[in-house]
């Protein structure tokens, strides 16, 4: 049995999906042990009992103003007065643009090894091995640690969601947070409203097939059919079709959906290495040689202005009958 403290995380007051597939990474891990969430904001009232019905047995909502916007320094230093009163024996977080800062800073702080981008956990003999992919989703690794507290980050979408019966126990906890070196003014938002990219079950990306920022449209007609997100290549982005907030790759966000639909992407290892573990690929592109297409689990030879808008017709007619 551990004790194992989780970090949620939340986005315009409701939880985010890999809150709860942390929680369950946590289940495992715990073994029956006591799981602690750590929620910030006083809006996390509202979501408490979810966590409560994910494993959580007791929350911490963090409610100081000063970690209304995520700072390095103001985050760090309220977690380690949590992690020095909870004293857990596993500590894990989501592997978002937050955990992957704040997670190597506390590790850091603590002295601890730091295993990310965790995709799976299992629990073999008592011990804790952890799965991540490595070389850029061309190889996995499973990793265990041999000391100290195990601390890791966890890939979006990877780990189902496990329901529990449960109620949870409420703290309040206001941090001692002070001499703050740096302070946030204003942050402006580049995508607005929308699905959330990294946590989306379906993505439509373009490449630099798409030629022009208005070739996206025809991928957000079929987006919005799908439920879907918009991404892109580097390609694209270099070629200002669009924000670098949707590149996918190495150098961009890594996201794992239910479906993927590459327009005009031929391919690189690095687009590949942010995209390659989604559950379906499926690649449009005019060049049969693409390398696109040794990934794809469909692949359609075709001109992507004429193939996408027949898609979302397609759709549009499944989605409507069924
Ligand atoms: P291209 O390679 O130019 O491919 C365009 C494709 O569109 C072609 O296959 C073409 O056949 C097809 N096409 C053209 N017109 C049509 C049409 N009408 N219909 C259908 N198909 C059409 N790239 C990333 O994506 N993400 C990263 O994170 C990333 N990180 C990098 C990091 C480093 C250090 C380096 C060196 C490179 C990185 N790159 C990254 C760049 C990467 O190597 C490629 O240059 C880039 O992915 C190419 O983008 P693309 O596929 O859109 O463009």
Redesign the pocket.
Known sequence: MRKVLVLTEAKAGNLRGVSLEVLTAAQRIAEGGEIVAVAIGSDATHYAKVLGKHGAKKVYIVGNKELEVYTTDAYSQALRQIIDEVEPEAILMPHTAIGKDLAPRLAARYGLGLVSDVIDVQVEDGEVLFTRPIYSGKAFEKRNVKSGTLFATVRPNNIPVEKIDGTIEVVHFNAEIKDLRTIVKEVVRKTTGGVDLSEAKVVISG???V?SEEGFKPLEELAEVLGGAIGA????CDAEYCDYSL??????KVVTPDLYIA?????????L??MSNSKIVVA????PE?P?FQVADYGIV????EVVPLLTEEFKKLLVTS
């Not at 327009?263 to 687009?271: E, K, L, R």
């Not at 449009?284 to 060049?287: A, F």
């Open positions: 490449g630099r097939g030629k290549s580097r390609g694209a590149q996918i790759g190495q150098t961009g327009c005009g992407i031929s391919g690189a290892i690095q687009h290495a942010g449009i592109n005019k060049d693409a696109i075709g001109d992507l202005f």
